[in-house]
């Protein structure tokens, strides 16, 4: 099991509110949520309720102020989060150039620093996971706005709340937290 801990304020002041699982409004107990501490597991947490809006993904550690781990250009408020359970066994997902499963298809079992590079694509518009745990940037080499992906398909990643988004580099989530 995971367990973060989300408090009102900078520097772990204020009231505060455990979590151990998927939590789509942390606003619910708390009247915002300026930092946080992740006692064990990986979490996703997004700027926006519903999992919704930019997302980074925090691991076991501090994190005394949100500035650190969101872009500075968005809010530094935490509105949900997601726990990441770790996947044992093989990491399998297909890409399509398109929307909606369409244009060129791969298929892949590891990390992929540039789409580009590897198939001559200039990235993916829709996938469908299949095994495993995901984080899709938007820039190559692991960089940029990610998304978290569980097994399923997605033919917008649009739907992610993020915008329109073309995914350049691939990276699964296989470390334990």
């Known amino acids: 099991m995971g ?11 204020g009231r505060s509110h455990e979590i151990s699982g998927d939590c789509p409004e942390v606003t619910s107990y708390l009247s915002r949520c300026c930092s946080c501490m992740v006692e064990s597991g990986c979490f996703m947490v997004y700027e926006h309720s519903n999992f919704m809006g930019q997302q980074m993904l925090v691991r076991r550690g501090q994190y005394p102020d949100n500035k650190q781990i969101m872009s ?36 892949l079992m590891d990390d992929c620093e540039s789409i580009q ?13 299949t095994h495993g745990h995901w984080l899709m940037y938007e820039l ?6 990610m998304i978290y992906l569980r097994p399923g398909e997605y033919n917008s990643f ?10 350049t580099s691939i990276r699964r989530i296989m470390e334990s937290c």
């Not at 367990?3 to 002041?13: A, S």
């Not at 649009?158 to 995914?167: A, K, N, S």
């Open 3 to 13: 367990k973060i801990i989300f408090y009102e304020e900078r520097n772990f002041q």
């Open 72 to 107: 500075a250009d968005i809010s530094d408020c935490i509105c949900s989060c997601k726990m990441i359970t770790m996947h044992k066994g093989t990491f399998r997902l297909r890409i399509f150039e398109k929307e909606n499963f369409v244009g060129q298809k791969y298929e």
């Open 117 to 129: 590079e590897r198939f001559s694509m200039s990235g993916c518009q829709s996938c469908n996971v």
């Open 140 to 145: 190559p080499h692991f960089e940029g706005r």
């Open 158 to 167: 649009g739907d992610t709340g993020v915008g329109p988004l073309e995914i």
